[in-house]
Each structure stands twice: as structure tokens, then as C-alpha cells.
């Protein structure tokens, strides 16, 4: 808390006395008014003070708050004064009259109070009161007047505002305030002189700290100081009233008695208080200030009442003052000392005034007025003014004082106020010095002295040598401020730097208000006295003479002359009278005439920046006037001398030493251009730089062009700013520069091949251009035209040079018919190609916009910019291929001696060859994206569309024609740059389409498949019957649909494809103009990319379909601009003249299609499917209206009359197969026969075309027969494709759905079909191509027609499927038994390589017709299990036969199949993997083929019974094979090229009955217990069990047991790190299927906790990203990430569920949110099972803000249900009898245990933390009885220890404990050292006795007995054990 802030000295807020005596002063002529007046009544002057004891009137309820006010707490007088303020207002004010006494009394103290707040309170208060009662006030005003006029005065601005406005609210009028005053003032004197009087003891009767009474003391008697000195002011300056007004002799008696009073109060205040000479010397600043201004007063208005011995005592305390060090007391200083040398001047004649006034003076100016710069510098002059002319100051006054007000400069001048308060005193002194000469000098001759000795003295030695010579002396301030600042602040460099900042800032300042002050007083000298002027002049240049010949030789030799620059600029500003040129004649020529033959001999820029400056201020010709010659010359003959100088002196010397001198000169030499000799001045520089026998370099290796070259670039800047000094006709304009040497010596330039770099320097400055608006040319038209052709032969060498043979061409374009220089170029040597390459560069980089003058009159534009595009391609070429570690450097080196290619330094002369090609190439590249986009799109259309053709023309060369071959990244570098011109110099979508045009054009080697031809004004599709070609022209082809693929993924497919030229670039696509239709449409183009298939990198699956898919959703809006059916009747026609050989029998067109079309030979076949899957199946864009169009356009195309087109009924199936299920689709829910038949056949032409093929095929013979006719095939293939399925394989999930319905009538025709084809025939002895058709028309059959078989149906159809799933069977376990034997028996014999070999053989041996007709048959199987659990079968005769007939014997049958298949693949692996990884990548790999197949299965093996799978295990076992079933499961649960539905398949295996018990063990280590695990339940008793040791399984352990390190550095998402997840999820499910109690649980748990590293918990917190935070934040508050959240919630279900197969199924395919979901349940999991695990794990966390994030969300999310499953385990199984009992207090979390025996018993509480189990449980005793304290510790002990490490739930611990109080009751010993017969965590008994003392130890403890102490002795009698 803390006391309140006291009161300090008065703030510069404070209001003086000055300030509240004029407000209170009537405005205008001040009279009294009517005098004894207030207001309109009569004030009676008879009333006497009040008494402070209250009226017995007073109301009860303001008597009690004042007496509140008298109390010491603020808060309470505060309130009091509150309440009081409300009261006043409510209550009238008869009421309030009679408290005013006892509030006068409190009024009184309360001012002193020492809290601000009180004070303000109170006049607050007060105000209401006076606003209250108005004229009631009159009889006590008297009373309030003294502390009322005192508060005005206090040091607070708050309070004394509030004072103030509670006397206005009084008096409103100021007249009625100053009545108040002059009738109130013996009150006011004598409560102020009361105040006076006052001692800190005095002031209060309570006990006050020392120090609030000192501040509440020195206040009052500053404030009462104040108020006096303010009294006196309004009183004495009051004016007496005009004798014409009636009432004035009573308002004149009121003044003149008022008067009397104050002078008579004043004179005994001087005697009481010793003329307050004690004040003046207090210790407070605010007493001090207080008693100046009472005095200032006094001496102001009544001096007659100082009588001779006050002046006496008053005269030294006065003059002494300056010795006051405190700049708050200044102001009031100054007023007191100035009144009193001039209201009294023989005061002075008392004092010493050497010692008392003038020391302490020179000690208060050196001290720079201790800080009150601005208040005490501005008086300093009246000072001066103010000493009487007869004190003796003595002969040195003037320098003294002088000299001791320039030494406090430093001290004082840190700010620009200051400065300026300084300098602006010593200006108006030393004016005032010279005008009062004779105050100061005896003798006239003193007097002319003295004026020349101030010049020099002062101005010149002080003033003017601190602002020249101050330039050293700062480096010196600099430092030692920068030391100071360091110590200061410990050395940091943002101090060291802020205290540089403030150092340069207060010089700065300082020397310009110096300059100012010199300036001024020189002006004003100037006008009085030219022959001080003179002397001053003199010295001036004698200065800046030695400072220019000292020279560098000084040290801040820069700093001098940038002083004299500033001199003389500050002098230029000064606006002179006229007549007055002084600074020419006595400063600028004298100092030019006499440091030039200095500055000429030095190598200073900075004197030639002076000389610069005098020239600009006075001219070249005003300067020149007299140079070399003291008479004055004729104006003809000052001419030529002029020209000679220059020519002969100035041009050599400016043009020489341009690098040291920083151009300096050059600007010199500019400035000393006049209109007069503009040209003859500009010719002889030109001449003198181009002359050959003066064209050589100078001392500074700058040659005289590159000195031109800055010159010129000089002029060109002066030409923009309008800043050409005093050249007003010539010079403007660039014209007028022209001359001839410039443009021969341009030519020669650019032509040239010798090239120095000062020669594109010099082009760079004639051409301009560096900047879009730099139009200023040195050169004329025709000139610049040689020039740049010169230039572009310099930048086409380097491309030259590159072996890219486009690039070679792109030259030729740019070139044209300058064929003779492409070949003198190519001859050319590297090194010269390079140079001329750079050279090109530099011009064009300072140039480039000068172009924008010849775009019109040739073709270099054009062909430059192309060149610089080429330029910058062939780089980026380059840099994507030299990122590859195979790089060759001979492709892009180009000339090279052919010497070097046998040479060793070969690849070390390419490389740097490249390189340099390289970081030149990276110049040309930036510039061009920098500068073209805004640059050529403001060049003519002629130059745009030349440098368009240029640019296409390279790019379908590079890609189509080329020998290079185009590599993926280099296409999609095309399209880039493609992308790149056409955003550049294509403004319309028109435009784009011209381009895309001229892009798409028939090559050599494209289209590859289909042609665009232009028919009757359309453009048509034509096929390439003859595709024929070499590999190159095929990888051309690939290149550039690499190429157009991305352009449409960029441009879109409305522009590329559709041709859309109407809507602009960048808006959406939604508005378009009726009837239009685009000229520009590509539907072949399509046609083109998607027949491809395939190229580089990239396929139409992956790209350009979905660009496709994606405009059709938009297509339907803009029905003009509809390609896709275009783009299908191109396919479509593509695939019947193609003659298509695909069946699609062989085609799985049931499951998602994706993986099957690379099946598909026919190119436009395959794209044709690929594009109707992704619009009706994947994308679902189109529906049933374009399915029925497309199936009328197929109609069409397949009948010929009435004969069917052969190849067209041959791809009928395939698109069939696709747009069936959307053209009958409808609108009924449930497709009832009776609303399938209400289909319109007119509308819908499908299903009425399905009936009649039914009907045809029944006339068929069946397929099998040997003389079938090929079209037989085709049609029942037709067929079988309108009646569609869909296969569904997710991870845990198969389905088969229908895809349509179908009628009565259709279903019975598809019948009759079915027991046509496959009754009378062996389906075995047909090819596989049939045996497919029949299994499909099995399949379809089942699914659509199922309700009408019958028995004989159902026994085919399970005959026929049982043998094909068989012969997959047979086969595949035939192949694993050929891995198998050669593995196990030929690997050492044979070697690994011929092993390899034969594996991959035995791999070959998958037939793919096998594997057809097996998933035909797991289709139909699932078709009938689906059908076994339909609800709608229930009461249909089909369920029956499906039920009870053949199906419910062959179905374990079926599924003991499927699960020989799932073992024998995994065996396989297992079987490969033993030897080597690389085996069982084959093995796997070969699996991938067939993923759907293998999901089929793996979904038959998640249902399979557990009897089958026991029978499957037996059969493994029995079949003999080097790997065993566990193996098999576990080789495909962590395979290397992993099928996801296998994974969980083989999971769910593994983690459930009856493979969960012997899936973790190896062999061996839980053999007594494997015995029981088969009947499920444990035969061990716990006190009889082995001590045995537990291993897990090598394929898991492997992943359980991974480095820590390995563990955290894998990718979160990677495959090992799924693998570790998953064997930890497999690890906790077997382990939760042990009961509690089981010993083998026990075994896992303690093998989990002694050797697998927690590291895994740290993982697991890698998917959950967690927010740090308290642990008290409310569950509903925390705000958790996608991830956090998914795995809060699987951390919640794995703990209620106990399970973890739900997220072990979702993730797959595998995300971070999968994985994040996984890592939850499986750290539920854990904290489930594991709680004592985890809890070590969090206890050993460093990491602060993990362990906080990980408690949080532990406690939140997990603790919850965890605590309630806990506490519910206890409540049900916990055994109760009548010595033990437990109770749950579920909310407050607690297990209440209570034991008894005999006449003993505890009760012990458990108390679960709402972070359990990361914080551990709590258990204390609440009560015991009979049992020993040692005792009671020792049980309390061990139940703690075993439910903090018990690793599983508490109920088992508590059951334990119990079990292990039973047995000490026994009489069974307990262990000596965990003193407990249970072991805590093994729960063994004690076994191990001492041979001494004989004492039983667990083994665990003595084990960690032996292994701490590093002793075997007995842990009691230390006798060897």
C-alpha cells in the first residue's frame, strides 16, 4: 500500500503570485463598487470570529461526518468529505448556515493535511457549500477568508485549482472578489503571519511521521509567502476611483484602509521575521522562490518601507543571490535583484561587490546559470543595464564577464533553446558593450581601443576560433562522452551509440546558433563601422589560410572547411542593404585570390568544394575580376583572360585527380560555365578528352573518357534539376551539348572489339536511358542507331558460345540477315565473346530507355529485347541443370580449344567457364525481369509482334526440333517463360489466342496422335493412321505435352482448350456474350494430351483431367464454349479407327478404376475411360442428361444400318460399364419394378436398347462352345457391362453395392441368360478369357437377379467360385513353398545372387487370369454374405437356399481358403525377409499388383470366425514351412511396401483370440504359461510362479526397443514411425487381454518398465501439439489445434473403450491428423494400463513448459474418465469381508480403505489427483486403533508404494495390499528392506534368507540392495550373503 505522496517544491504548473494577482484585478479601470458590499448586501464588519465547538442545532447527520473529518486515515476523511458535498446540495440553506462554524474549524486544518486528495476534497466540498448557501456566507466570511486565500496557493495545480474555483463560485464577478479581499485583509495578515510563525510541532496535536510534517510544514510557509506577496500586489496596484460616482468616498476609504492595513502588516512582518532573511536561506527551493517574490513585491510597490537598515541587512542577502544553484528559484531571482538595483541603487554601496556580487556572478555564468538557461540568459543584458554607473566594477569587467559567460556554453547549451537563450544574450551584450563604451573606459583613447579589442578579444578569439577550431575539440568531446556514456551503462553499443547521437546533436546545434551569433553581429557592426568589419575580415582569412596549407595534416581537416562553407552560405542567405557587397570585397576574392595556389598544389575535395561554394555565391566573373592582376582590367580584355585561365588552368587541373577528389572538381569546372563562352567552354573540355595525344590515363588510373563520362553524366543531372548554376540560354537542352568528336568516338566504341571499361561508361553517359523518364541523349537519331547495332552484335556472342542448339537459333532469328556476323561471332575465342557480352550488358543496364527514340525507325528493339529474353532462358537452363551432380560442363562451354578436351585441366577451365557464363547470365536475368514488363509494353506494335515471333519460334524449336532432348524440368521452364512474354505483350485474351496458336502448330514430331485441321472455315480432328516414329521424335512429343499441360494448368482450360477470348484474364468465369462462339477451340489439343497418357513426369490422371473435370461444374453456364463431348467423340472416333484390341473382360471395371487403365493398350481407349470415369464416377460432374446423350451419340457411331460396327461394339463395354448407372438413374428412392417401368423409352433410349441386346443374347450360343463366333463375346460382354458393381475396399470395410435397378421382365431375361451360358457346360475346360466373362456374368447375376434363383443356380455359383478361389490358393502356396526351399536350402550353397534369382522367378509364377477369375469369385462370396444379413431377405425362399443349403456348408470352407492365401503371402515374406531385406521387397512388391485382390481378402479375414482361424493356425503348423503363423502375420503388419487393409487385417489377427496370448512372447519365455493360453485362463498360481525371464518377439522388439535418438529424429508421418506406433498399439492390446492378476501380465509389465525407454511418450507428444498452460485452466477453456483435439478424443475413447483398434483402422491412408489420433489412444492406452510407466516418465521431464502442456491436457481430457473407471474398478471388484472394507467418495475422488482385526484397525484414505496419474496418490491414515506408530508408518508405507507402482488399476494394488496384511497376521516375515511381504511390484514373496540372521529378502530387493551399495552383504547383519 504505502502512504500517500507528499507534496513537493512548486511545479512549473504552480500559479505564480503575478499570475492570481492579475486575474483577480477588474479588467479595464478597476474600481471597488459599492465598498462594504457582497453582492447586493450590505457586509456587517461587526461580526466576530466563530467558536469551533458546534451548534446544538446542527443536523445530526453532517455533525457526525465533520466530526469523520478529524480522524487521521484519508479513505475516511475522503468519504466524509463526499458525503458532505451531497449533503450540501440537498439540504436548504437555513440548514447549512449554522455548520458553518465547526466547518470553518475543520476547513482550517483540513488545508494542512499532507494527502493531495483530502486538500482537493475539501475544496470541492467547499464549493458545493458556497453554491449552497450564497449570501448566507457574509456573516463568517471573515473566518474563511485567511485559509481560503491561503489555499489558493498550494503547490498542487490540482488543489489550488480547486480552490480557486470555490472562491469563484463564491464571487463571480472579480470586482466582488477583490471587495472581498480589501474587507477581509487584517484576517488574511493575521491567519497568513500566523502561518508564519508556525514550527513543524505546532501544526498538528496527533502523531504525524517527521518527514510528512516537514513537507506539510514547509508548504504553509511557502504558500503564505505567496499569498502574501500576491496580496500585496492586487492591493497596492489597485487605482482609486473617479471622484464622480457617488458612492467612490466610501470604495476610496475601503482602498485606502485596505492599504494602511497591508503597508502597516508588511512593516511588521520585516521586523517579526527579521526582513525573512531565515526564508532566504531555507534548505526547501519552494520557501526560497516564495520569500524572492515577497520581497520582489515589497520592493515593487512599497520600497519606502525598507527603511536604511533593512536596505543594510537586505543588501548583501539580495546581491549575494546569484549564488543560487536551484533554476526553479531563478525566475523570482531575477525579478527581486533586478527591482532592487533599480528601485534602490545605493544598495549596492553597502555590500563588497567584488566578492559578494561579481565572484558569485562569474561562478553562476561559468556554471551555464546551474540549468536556467532560458530564464536567466534573456535578463543577463538588463543586468548589465540595471548596475549603477557609479560601482566600480573594474578594469577587466568586460572580459571577465565575457570570458566566464563563454566557459558555461557546454555546460548549458544541450538544447536548441538553450543555444539560442545564449547566444542571443551574448549578441544583445556585446552590442550593448560597444554602444556603452564610455561606462566602462577612463579615456578616449581607451574608448577606440576598446571596440577593436572586443573584435579581436572576443568575436574573433572566442566566437569565432571556438566555431573554426571547436571542430578538433569535438572528436575529443565525442570520446570522452562515448566513455562516460560506456561506464555509465556498463559498455552496451545501443548506449554507446544514443550517446554518439546526443554528442553530434548538441554540437550541431550549438555550432549553428554560434555561426547565427557571429553573422548577426557582423551585420550589425557592418552598418556602423566598416573598419571593425575590416578587422575582422583580416583575421578571418588568416585562419582559413593556415587551416587549407595545414591541410590534411589535421585531423578533422573536412570539418574545418565544412565550417567555412557554412560561414559563407549562412552569409549568402543574409539579405545585405544595398550598396552593401563587404562580404565580396573583404572575404570571398581576398580568400579565393589567396588559397587557390594553395588549394591548386593539394589533393583536398574538400578545399575544392570552397572554392566551388565562393564561385556559386559571387560568380565566376566577379571573382576572376582581379585574379592574377591587383588592377582592374576592360571587360574584352577580362574575357579573354577569363577563357585563357580557364582553358589553360582550370580544365587540366579539373580534369585530373577526378577518383580522389570525388567528382569535385568537375562540378567546380561546371560552375564555371557562363552563357557568354558556353560553347567555346564545352569544345575545349571535348577536345582535351578526346585528343589522342592527351587520351591517356591519369595518375589515378581514370582515363580522360571516363572523366567525360562523369562530366557528361554530371550535365544530364543538372539538365533534369533545372540546377545549371548561372547558365540561363545555353545548356537546357541536350542539343545543345552535340558535338562531333562524341558521336565518331560512340561509334568507334561500340564496334570496337578492344574494349575497356571506361568506353561503356562513357556510352552509357551520351546514350542515357538509365531510367524510364531519362530521355536525354547526347547523340543524334542516326548516330544512336550504329550504336546499338554494335551493341546487339556484343550480346549475341556470348549465345554464340552455348552448344544448346535452340539458343544457336534464337541467335540466328535475333540476327536476321547479318548472317556473315553470326559467323564471325562463332569464331571468335571465349574469352572475347565473354567481354563483349559484359560490355553489352553495361550499356544496355545504363541505356535501356534511350531505345524508346529509335523504336520506330528500325528493328534493334526488338531484336535486343528477344536477345536479352534468350539470354536470360538459356541461364536459367542452365542453372537447372548444374543443380545436378552429373553435370555437364561441355554442354554449355561452347569455344574451346579442341587441345583441352585430352587434357587433365579440363573440367577445371569448363567449370570456370560456366560459372563465369553463369553470374553473368544471373545480370542479364534480373535486369530483364526488372525493366521489360513496363518497357516493352510501351514499344510500337511492329516491335512487339517481331519479338513475339522470335520468342515462339525459339521455344518450338527447342522443344520439338532440337537435337538437345528437353528434359521435365526444363518443359515446365518453358511454359514458365512462355507464361512470362505472353503476361508482357499480350493485353487482350484475342492476343493470347493468336499465341497460343502460333505455340500449337503442326511440327515435325507433333501432334503425335491427333491433327488439327482447318475445314470449310472449322477447325476438324484428324487421326495419325501411322504413329510410327524414332525415340527422339517421341520424346519431342512428350516434351511438348509436358509443355502444353502446364500451360493449361496455368492459363486454364476456357482459354487453351475452349479458346474463350471474351472474358478477361483474372475475372470469373461466370458471364459471357450470347452466341458466342469461339474461333480458337482446341477440342484436338485435348484429344492430343490425353491419347499421351504419359509423359516425363507427369500423366493425364494426375493433371490434365482434373483441369478438365474442374471446367466442366462450369461448362453448362456457357453452353457456346462446351468441348468435353467434343473431346469424347474425338476419342471415341480415335479408338474405332484404331481398331482397338482390348477386351474388356480383362478390364476390372467393378472397383474404382484408377489402377486399371494403364491395362488398356488403345491409346484413345484408355483416355476415352480415363475421362469418363473422372466425369461420372470420380468427380461425378456429369449426371443422367449427359449420359443419355452420350449414349445416343454411341448409338449412333455403333449401328450402320442394322449391322453393328465391330470396333465400336468392342470399346461398347468400357463406356458402358461407366454411364450406365447415371443414364437409368431415378428419381424413386426405392426403384420399385412398377416405377422403373412408368420410364419414358422415348425420353430415355437406354434401357429400352438393354432389353433388345438381352433378347439378341438369348439367341446366342453359349460362349464356351468351340465354335462360337467372335461377336458372341462382345455382346454377352455388353451386356454384362449395363448391369454395373461397385467394389468398396477400405481399411476394415468390403462392399459390393449395385449400381441400377433393374425390372421383373429384366431381371428374368438376365436369368435365362445366366442358365444359358453356364448350365450343359464344363467351365474348366473353357479359355480364361471365357472363364472371365462367365465369372462375370456370375458375379452380376447373383447381384441383380438373385431373388429368382433357385438350388441348382446357387450350387453352380458356389461350385464354380469355391474352385476358382481354390486354384489361387493352390497357386500361391506353391510359390511360397518354392521361396521357401530356396531359402532355407539353396541360399548357402547357391549364393545370394542366384537365390535372388530364383525368388524372382518364383515371383513370376503369379498368373494374372488366376487372380481375375479369384476376384470374380470373392465379389460373388461377398455379393452372398451381404445377402445373408439383408434385412429385406428374410422371409424370401432365395434366404433359405442361401441359409441352409450348400453356402452354410462351404462357407468355413471358403474362409479356411481365404485364410491359407492370407498365410502363405505373409509366410512368403516372413520366409524372404529372414534372408534379406531385398527379398522380401520383392516379395511384397509383387503383392502391390494385385492391392485390390489382397483387399478383397484381408476383408474376409477381419470376419473370419475364431474357429477358422484357430484351424488356419493348426494347418500352418502342420504345412511345415521355415516360418510359423505368428511370423506370417507379423511380416505383413510390418511389410516394406505395406497394403494398408492387410496391415489391420494382420493386426486385428494378432491382437485378438486366440493369437493375442502368443503373439508378444518369444519361444520360450512364458512356455509354463502357454499352455493355459489356449483355454484362456492362467493355471500358475502368483506365489508359485517361475522367475523365468520375459522376451518379446524379435519383429517387435526390434520396434519397441529403438534408440531414443532414432525414435525422435524420425518424420512424424514416415513408415518406421507408423510401424512403432503400430507395434506399440499391438504390445497394449495383448497386454489388456491378460486378467489383472495373471502372472504373464505381471512378466510384459515389468519387462515394459525395466527395459523399453519411455522415449516413446516423447513421440507420442510430437503429434500433439499442446499450448503450455496453468494447470487450474477449466477443460472448456482450453483452446486445443485439429490435431490436439483428435487426439484428446481418441485419449477418451481408448480409456472407456479399451480398445484401440478404431484408430489403428483410420489411419490408413496416413496423415498427421491420423497419426495424431493414434498417439492419443495410444498414450490413453497407456496411462490405462501403464499409469506408473508414464508417471516416470513425466517426473524425469526437464522441459517446464512441456511438463505443463502435457498436465493440462493429461488433466483435462484423460484424468477424468480414467479417475471414474478407477474408482468404479474398486467399488465392483474389490473383495470386501468382515476384516477389510472399502468405500468410493467419487467426488471428492477418495478410496476409503479400513482394515480390522481383533482390537485393532486403521483407516486409510487414497486420494486420487485430478492429474492422475502423472502426480501421484496421496494416502494418509485418518484413524487408527492398537497399532503402533512404527507400525501405522510402515502399513501406511507400503500401501503407498504399491499403488504408485502399481501398472494397472488401483483395485489390484488395494486387493495386494490386503493380501499382503492378511499373510503379516499369518505370521509370514515381511521383507526388511520395502517392509512388505508382497513385493510392491512383482508381488513375490520373500524367499531369499540370510545364512546368519535368517532374515527373507524379495530378490528384487536384493538385487537393488547389491547393485547401490556396491556390497553383497546382508542388508541387516552384513555378514556375506
Known sequence: MGKPKGDGARSKSRPSSSSLAASLLPSGVSTVGFGGYLGSSRVDSSSSAEDSVPFLDVDSEMAQHLKRLGRKDPTTKLKALTTLAVLFKERPPEELVQIIPQWAFEYRKLLHDFDREVRRATHDTMTALVTAIRKGLAPHLKSLMGPWWYSQFDPVPEVSLAARQSLEAAFPVQERRLDALMFCVNEIFLYLDENLKLTPQAMFDKVIPADELEDMHQRAISSSLLAIATLIDILLVVKMPNSDNGNCSSDQKLISRARTAAVSFVENMLAMHKCFLQHMKSKYPSIRTATYSILASIIKNIPHVLNEENVKVLSTAILGVLQEKDASCHSSMWDMLLLFSKKIPNGWSYCNTQKVVLNRFWHFLRNGCHGSQQVSYPVLVLFLDSIPTDVNLGEQFVDYFFQNLWAGRYSSCHLLADSKALFGAFKECFLWVLHNVSRYCKTKDDQSELPIKLIKDILVELLLNDYLLSASMKKQDESSQARSDISTDGGSSLSHERSQQRVNSGHQVFTEELLRCIIGILLEISQEDKNLISVFCTSFQKDCLEIIREGDYLQNFHEYIERIVRFFLLIDKVVLPKGHDWPLHFLGRPLFFSTFPVIKSMDSPDAVKLLSILVEIFGPVQIFSEFDSPNAMDIETEMKHFLHTFNNDFIPWCLQGVASFGNLKLDFLLDLFQDDYFFQQWSAIITYCVDDTKFTETSDNISNIQVLAILIGKVRKRIRSKKLGRLQKFGLSPEHWHHDLLNSSAISFAHQISMINCHAQFLCAVLGGSAEDDQLCFLPKETLIIVWEGILRKMTSLLTSSSLHWVQFACSLILGSDHNDFLKLQEASFSVKFAMARFSFEVL????????????????????????????????????????????????????????????????????????????????????????????????????????????????????????????????????????????????RKEMQILLDQLFQEGKSWPFWVKSLIDSGSRVATFQLETASSSVDEHHNHSFVAFADKLISRLGVDVVIAGLTEISIGSPRIEVVSGFSSPYKREWLAAEIISSWEWQVSNATESFLHLLSKYARTETSIPEASILFSIINTLIDGAITHETHDHWASFDSWKVLHDEFDKINDPFLRGLVCLLSTLFVKEKVWGKREAIQLFKQLMDKLYIGTSAVEYCLRILPFILSIIMPAALENSESDGTTEEISKDSLHENPTRKYVMSWLENSLSFPSIISAKTEQDVEEWIQAVISCYPLRTTVETGKFEVSLLRNVSNEEATLLLRLFRKQVYLNDASAATNQKQIILGKLIAVSVGYCWQKFDKDDWSYVLDNSHRWLESSVLLLEEITESIDDAIVNHTAINGLECTQKKLELSVQNYDPWIFSLSTTALVTLCLLSQLEEHEKTDSTEALHHIKLGKWADMKDQTMASILRLFFATGASEAIANSCSGNFSNVVASSRLIQSHFWGMIASFVWNSPKLVRSAAMESMELWGLSKDSISSLYAILFSSRPISSLQFAAYCLLSSEPLCRLSLASEGSLEREGSSFMESELSLDVESSSEETFWLRDEISFLIQRQSADLLEMDLISQERVNVFIAWALLLSCLNSFPPSSKAREKIVQYIQDSVSSTILDCIFQHIPLKSGANNVKKKEIELAVEASNAANAARHSITTCSLELYV???????????????????????????????????????????????????????????????????????????????????????????????????????LPSSYPLRPVDVECTRSLGISEVKQRKWLLSLTAFVRNQNGAIAEAIRIWKSNFDKEFLGVEECPICYSINHTTNHSLPRLACKTCKHKFHSACLYKWFSTSHKSTCPLCQSPF
Open 845 to 988: 543496364n545504363g541505356s535501356i530507355f534511350c531505345l524508346k527514340i529509335i523504336d520506330d525507325s528500325c528493328t534493334l528493339v526488338s531484336s535486343l529485347l528477344a536477345a536479352l529474353f534468350v539470354l536470360d532462358w538459356e541461364n536459367c537452363m542452365m542453372a537447372l541443370t548444374c543443380n545436378d551432380d552429373k553435370f555437364d560442363y561441355s554442354k554449355y562451354a561452347g569455344d574451346i580449344d579442341i587441345s583441352l578436351l585430352e587434357s587433365k585441366v579440363l573440367d577445371n577451365d569448363l567449370k570456370e567457364q560456366v560459372d563465369a557464363k553463369l553470374a553473368l547470365g544471373r545480370k542479364f536475368c534480373a535486369y530483364r525481369r526488372k525493366i521489360t514488363p513496363n518497357f516493352l509494353k510501351n514499344t510500337s506494335c511492329e516491335t512487339q509482334s517481331r519479338f513475339q515471333n522470335i520468342l515462339v519460334k525459339t521455344v518450338r524449336f527447342a522443344l520439338l526440333d532440337s537435337d538437345d532432348l528437353v528434359s521435365p524440368k526444363e518443359s515446365i521452364s518453358f511454359c514458365e517463360w512462355v507464361l512470362d512474354m505472353a503476361e508482357i505483350i499480350c493485353h487482350t
Open 1705 to 1807: 483402422q483410420s489411419l490408413w491412408p496416413v496423415r498427421i491428423d491420423t497419426m495424431a489420433s493414434l498417439a492419443g489412444s495410444i498414450y490413453g492406452m497407456m496411462i490405462h494400463l501403464l499409469p506408473s510407466y508414464v508417471r516416470n516418465w513425466f517426473s524425469s521431464l526437464r522441459d517446464r513448459s512441456l511438463s505443463s502442456a502435457v498436465e493440462s491436457f493429461t488433466k483435462a481430457w484423460c484424468s477424468p474418465p480414467l479417475i471414474l473407471d478407477e474408482l468404479s474398478q474398486v467399488k465392483e471388484t474389490v473383495f470386501a469381508d468382515d476384516n477389510f472394507l472399502v468405500s468410493v467418495n467419487r467426488s471428492a475422488s477418495e478410496i476409503i480403505a479400513t482394515y480390522k482385526k481383533e482390537e485393532t484397525g486403521m483407516d486409510l484414505v487414497i486420494h
